[in-house]
């Protein structure tokens, strides 16, 4: 992704200093443009828990560098073992919807104990998680590829009018190290020539649509439009959406879908209006060992504060505001699960696929136990 010229991953090793991992910081965007570095387990802790970084690609690869981090923390008086164990549980921790971060954690604890043959034990740890970053990253360019060819279609049926695209949240490049997962196939139509335009949801509370994804498509140049997260609806109704697409932080082996709250009710306006709805989404985003979403997928509980302010710029400050009584209550879901039957495909690495468990397990035969 070019920002200002210049090409940016979200995550990247310290070209300098190899104890330190950057990040751009997503709590300033767009007002300013920061990156952020990460030194310790607690610092990437910290970076995921307060939504410096977000997005289940990323966050996954930020776990994978937090085991890194651990292993420079190893003394001659640790028991690395348990040291390893307790890093491991804590970042994992940290996020419990996005099934990406226990995936990427265990691949760099697993290529720990295989690869013997490496230097050091920081230098394999390294290197898992730069595999991780470069294997999101291209998990990222073939769904692009892949959901391409939606949009290739919905242009040729409206004969080179621009495709309406609705997304949620933020499953861009910002999310995803690089490409996105929702935005790729944007991505790709754009730089093919194919006149594409994005409806931008808000995503109240934390605004990442009017933050991160308008920041994101205004950089690259793709048409959008910001609109409350209660306009969708309104849009499908009047036949101003041609194609939803969102992200997932975790999808179940039967392809329900767990993403940012208010994923549902698209879905369900969607489905009313006979709209074609996907989820964009990596393998490391399944969980091949759940059935059942609305059960099984661990739904975050944020702060309520969230809920009671809103952030903006004045002044060149970035400021937080009360936008309720005082003493009022608010509760702050984090992710809501949308039931297969409103999904009309998963667009993943390998392909695009009904969200059933059969469809699934044809493409990814080998997860399934």
């Known amino acids: 992704m070019l920002v200002f010229n210049k090409n940016y991953q ?9 104890s330190v991992i950057r990040v751009i910081d997503q709590q300033k965007l767009p007002f300013f443009f920061e990156t952020r570095e990460l030194r310790s387990v607690e610092d990437v802790y910290g970076a995921i828990k307060d939504m410096t970084i977000r997005g289940a690609p990323l966050i996954g690869a930020a776990g994978a560098f937090g085991i890194y981090l651990a292993t420079l923390e190893i003394t001659s008086l640790t028991n690395v073992d348990q040291h390893l164990a307790n890093a491991a549980r804590y970042l994992i921790s940290c996020r419990p919807t ?16 295989k ?25 990222c360019r073939q769904i692009g590829k892949h959901g391409l060819k939606l949009i290739e279609k919905i242009s040729k049926r409206k004969k080179g009018k621009p495709v309406n695209i609705l997304t949620h949240c933020n499953a861009g ?34 605004n990442q649509g009017a933050r991160l994804t ?27 959406v041609d194609i939803v697409i969102v992200g997932s932080d975790r999808t179940t082996r039967t392809g329900d879908v767990a993403n940012k709250i208010g994923t549902y009710l698209k879905a369900l306006a969607a489905y009313d209006n006979k709209i074609p709805f996907y989820s964009a989404l990596p393998s490391t985003s399944i969980d091949f060992n759940i059935r059942n979403g609305l059960s ?27 936008i309720c009584p005082e003493n009022a209550t608010a509760v702050n ?9 409103y999904i009309t495909g998963l667009i993943t690495e390998k392909g695009i696929c009904r969200a059933t468990e059969k469809d699934i397990k044809e493409m990814f035969s080998d997860k399934f136990k």
């Open 10 to 18: 979200s995550i990247w090793p310290d070209e300098s200093d190899p």
């Open 98 to 113: 996005a099934v990406n971060l226990s995936w990427a954690v265990n691949y760099v604890l697993d290529r720990l104990k």
């Open 214 to 240: 308008a920041w994101e498509l205004g950089q690259y140049g793709v048409p959008y439009t910001l609109i409350p997260d209660n306009t969708g609806g309104h849009l499908m109704q009047h036949g101003m």
């Open 173 to 206: 490049w910002l999310a995803c190290v690089d490409y996105g997962t929702a935005t790729s196939p944007v991505y790709f139509a754009h730089d093919k020539g194919i006149p594409v335009h994005v409806w931008v949801d808000e995503t109240r509370p934390l």
């Open 115 to 139: 690869d013997t043959f490496a230097p050091s034990l920081s230098s394999a740890a390294l290197k898992a998680a730069m595999e991780i970053c470069e294997m999101e990253k291209e998990n």
């Open 296 to 322: 099984e997928i661990p739904v975050e509980e944020r702060d309520p504060g969230e809920v009671k302010t809103v952030t903006g710029f004045i002044d060149k400050k970035i400021l937080s505001v009360r």
């Open 333 to 341: 879901y984090a992710f809501d699960v949308t039931p297969a039957k």
